[in-house]
């Protein structure tokens, strides 16, 4: 409820305000009621949290690769744990993305499945083991090796495919680690949706990428 | 395509127009992304097409009640044809609806299925059997047994609640055989999305309702 | 594990062997690959755990109601709740099941869904709360209300449906409480499966439903 | 119909005649309900169509790997066009197999996908463009890149793992197409079910690999 409607759009604006000088490129996944107006308010990336594998025509009830580009987001994520899709349907999304002008952050949960989703050439690969979304422990401290796994198992099948890590993310120095591991940035949701500052959580982890370029 | 962005928000201030002096009650059921900047242009009842049975948190990729309740909507579709749900959840959706303060329309495509969701006691009833949608061929023509077995049906365990019923509803006289079957109203998409001018068809629809009244 | 292959055998035999003299029918409900051997050595009234609403063809991997009349059951679970489907496809499995000869035992865990499906017109009804499945807290003890719930809203739908309730059911006493509130009948998983000396379990419960005749 | 129960049985041991004298290994992939008659009547491998990515315990409805294996089966497909699975049950269902001692089959219908699934180290993988399945017309025939490119794909991420290749295959000269294009054996299905003499096909598919080798 932290992310939804009017608020979303405040907090959209927040985190534009913190990095909109930097270096660093923050992009927002919003829920689809709310990509519009984000969008309208922000100059960020904005991603659809989900797309469907589906082209227009019969598909009441779906989300279409062409709404979200039409409201103004510039990519979607596909495949996020609490959104797994068919093998098949990730492939066809990420198609079907590319197809409308949008660019594919593909998730996945463990270094294996991340490599087979890379191999569909999406822009961007993200690392996210379920266990520890939403945990406040970060995947970059707790299980580094599924970090260090992942970048090694995309890289091969996909050398040049940039690498986000997530889950349980909650400090600049979880961030830090989390680049020192070999991706190129990180996934983030409650531990900035639900902070009482979200812009102080977003510049300690400015910094902390900063720190480690 | 035609109902997507801008052109929903077009086709919905056309449609507004047509129905804004009448004493018809049209409502509009655009894409999610659509919902925001349609609401923020007129003044008519917003559907959503689906809500996901699912209460905030890990909701990631997923339709939350307060999401599209949010962005301005005043009901939602639920079991729509081309999104068929466990019977359970549509039940909860009806519940989470409710909570949001969201009006459901509760689709269904055969006389006794129409009966069971009517028994999750949602604002309204909507009887399409999925073979004739998109087709051109109106339900109310072709197959008027199963509206009136429907109406039948539904009142027999819920017998106030308003009953609409579409697949292939084209022209007037669809819609007037649509209401002397003992429907409350229609439920269109092709047959107004994809006409070269909307608001004739849209006027055409108000007329037949008008004498059938 | 405990009612899987050879073992499922040995204990339908025990089962069998409870219930032959007596006016009470225990039906089994196997897993799949288990239903040719029970059948082949059991004379008590076998169902398959689920179909699959389809018809034969392009059915790899899906279970066909053929398939399970050919194997030898009597019958069919449709809608379990570890198995929700849906509400098109629990019409649809009745109806197939019908076709192929099969009794179908159509389950939901409200009594206000435990209505809808018995619109489908299944050979029986049976109400599960999920929360209380396995965990050996009696249905009919923890929750009577939601049987007699149950009872009263199907019987007004469909009023000659036999009914069977379930959840945690694991002593006599808890069979008659069931049998008492205006069921038929009961399913039982783990309190059978699970225990020791299955036969005696079952030996309990016959004696109760005995008892509340 | 033609594979499902006696029939079913009727046609394995047509199939084990035809092949037990020869140095070529003819799997079965039966119904679940017939998997247990099958093993108990032929001497040839055996595998399920499909297993569910889930433990035993609250798993009604759904195929235990270990019910499979209990009941005689020597594997798994795993992901057939016709049951398409979340990457993540793919990955589940491979390790699940392998704990309850099954082989398995991975299916894919692109030569990206191919390789995705390669990735979760499967006994084999099976190469099937689901847009040819049953239609008479072969895969090594009509579309041999996508059978190459798939090898090519497939050996890159796993050198070892063998590939079939399906999906119209119906003749001799098919099968002997298929094994020229590099891989190590063909799944079929309607080409043999729906012959008047099975028993001819599959002789002439052996002669054919017989003449590849």
């Known amino acids: 409820m932290e992310s939804t409607g009017k608020r979303a759009v405040d907090l959209s604006k927040k985190i534009e305000k913190v990095t909109e000088n930097s270096s660093i490129s923050a992009g927002l996944a919003p829920q689809f009621c709310d990509i519009e107006q984000i969008a309208a308010n922000v100059d960020i990336p904005i991603f659809a949290q989900h797309i469907d594998a589906i082209t227009p025509g019969a598909s009441t009830g779906h989300v279409l690769a062409e709404s979200v ?65 939403g945990t406040g422990r970060a995947v970059s401290k707790q299980n580094p090796e599924i970090v260090t796994e992942s970048v090694k198992r995309v890289h091969k099948v996909n050398p040049t495919v940039p690498i986000l890590c997530g889950a349980g993310i909650s400090t600049g120095e979880d961030v830090y680690a989390a680049l020192k591991l070999g991706t190129n940035g990180i996934l983030v949701a409650s531990a900035v949706v639900k902070a009482p500052k979200p812009e102080e959580v977003v510049a300690a982890f400015c910094e902390a990428i900063l720190k480690a370029s």
Chains 1, 2, 3, 4 share one sequence.
């Open 69 to 133: 580009k039409a409201a103004g987001a510039d990519g979607t994520l596909v495949n996020h744990s609490e959104r797994p899709l068919p093998l098949i349907e990730i492939d066809s999304c990420v198609e079907l993305a590319k197809q409308a002008g949008l660019k594919t952050v593909v998730c996945a949960g463990t270094a294996r499945l991340a490599a087979a989703v890379a191999l569909s050439e999406p822009d961007m690969v993200a690392i996210e083991p379920p266990e520890l979304i």
